[in-house]
């Protein structure tokens, strides 16, 4: 359980034969924390936050020793002391452009309130780019950031300056994809999806699909050795995973849809043109769909992304319509070329069914 677990954490760290018990598993409750009220609700149900309690007391028979308060007769004093842990998904997983490598943007492109850019090694931009007041473009070390000479001006980057910010994130999703891909062929794990109503997997015979192939709530596999190829038309409520590199052909639109290949392969998931992952809904919930390569995605030209998700552990290479990003998060293991022209716009909202791993931050 977690509580064991914290139990064996704690004596790793704070052995009982050392500090005595400093704290057993009544003192380790689970609920929901308030940040703007700062208020722990105690919710057994819940693995929001955890407040722990630990003790050195005389009535424990651990009470904290003293060295200079002996000279005025204080042998030790009691310490207890409340701290609470908080789970959070970082902004920039949830609508943004994250990868372990660089992240690289071209030229004419703009960024609204909210989108992120996160790079564990650094970002390259050219210039023309509109970065509006809210915007992030963060790495480790922001003097590794590339642009032309003068890129940081106004004129050749409005708003840039102010949005960068310097971190570096565990990407954890990417260590996820084997639980993501067996999650959705589970309808008790967290990664199954709403849309799903029969989790007995279908088999695929085919190499090329088309949308009357696929009946909506169904889980269908592939042990296809070449590719898999969709066919243009709107494939709906569907999970398919796969073996091979996939080819998604002109016009292919995916709506309340996971996508998986197993496939290692750098184009392991290649459009040439025309790809649309969600509905065009204006960041209403649902109609979102996922991708998740082992390998590499390339969209040549047209991407559209409407609520929806792209997961690679390898390189996302990608030119998108002018106005065809709508709430986008897009993670790789390798690197994100993104071209030029295009408007990145933040929802805020509708993206609560895209994969994601909780992080932990001391709250109070």
């Known amino acids: 359980t977690s509580r064991a677990t914290a139990m064996q954490i704690l004596q790793a760290n704070m052995p ?3 500090y005595g018990e400093v704290l057993d598993e009544e003192a380790i409750q689970f609920g929901e924390y308030d940040r703007a009220t700062k208020t722990f609700t105690v919710d057994e149900d819940s693995r929001d936050a955890v407040l722990v309690e630990t003790r050195r007391v005389s009535d424990n028979g651990n009470p904290v020793g003293t060295f200079l308060l002996h000279l005025v007769g204080v042998n030790q004093w009691d310490v207890a002391r409340q701290s609470v842990f908080e789970t959070f998904f970082p902004t920039c997983l949830k609508e943004g452009f994250v990868a372990k490598g660089v992240v690289d943007i ?4 703009s960024y609204f309130n909210g989108f992120c850019i996160h790079s564990n090694s650094h970002v390259e931009i050219n210039q023309n780019n509109f970065f509006e007041a809210g915007t992030i473009v963060s790495m480790p070390d922001t003097d590794d950031l590339v642009v032309p ?3 940081l001006d106004e004129e050749k980057n409005e708003g840039l300056a102010n949005a960068l910010r310097e971190g570096r994130w565990f990407i954890k999703i990417l260590d996820r994809l084997d639980l993501i891909r067996q999650g959705v062929q589970d309808r008790d794990s967290r990664y199954a999806q709403s849309y799903t109503t029969n989790f007995t997997p279908l ?9 009357s192939n696929f009946t909506a709530g169904r889980i269908y596999k592939s042990s296809c050795s070449n590719r898999l190829t969709f066919n243009g038309g709107i494939y709906k409520g569907i999970v398919v995973i796969a ?3 996939m080819i998604f052909k002109n016009g292919a639109e995916f709506q309340d849809s996971v996508i998986i290949t197993r496939s290692t392969d750098a184009k392991a998931m290649s459009a040439p043109n025309n790809l649309v992952l969600g509905a065009k809904d204006n960041c209403a919930e649902g109609g979102g769909a996922i991708l998740v390569s082992y390998g590499g995605v390339e969209v040549a030209s047209s991407l559209e992304m409407h609520g929806s998700q792209i997961i690679a552990a ?4 990608f030119t998108a319509n002018a106005d065809g990003i709508r709430g986008a998060s897009i993670v790789a293991g390798g690197r994100i070329d993104g071209t030029s022209n295009m408007n ?3 929802c805020g909202g509708g993206m609560a069914h895209i994969f994601m791993a909780e992080y932990f931050r001391l709250a109070g």
């Not at 088999?203 to 949308?211: A, M």
């Open 203 to 211: 088999t695929l015979t085919g190499t090329t699909v088309s949308p």
């Open 16 to 18: 009982a034969s050392v």
């Open 106 to 109: 071209q030229s004419n492109n």
């Open 314 to 317: 390898d390189n996302v290479e």
């Open 344 to 346: 990145f716009a933040f």
């Open 149 to 151: 000479n003068n890129g």
């Open 243 to 245: 073996d091979c590199k």
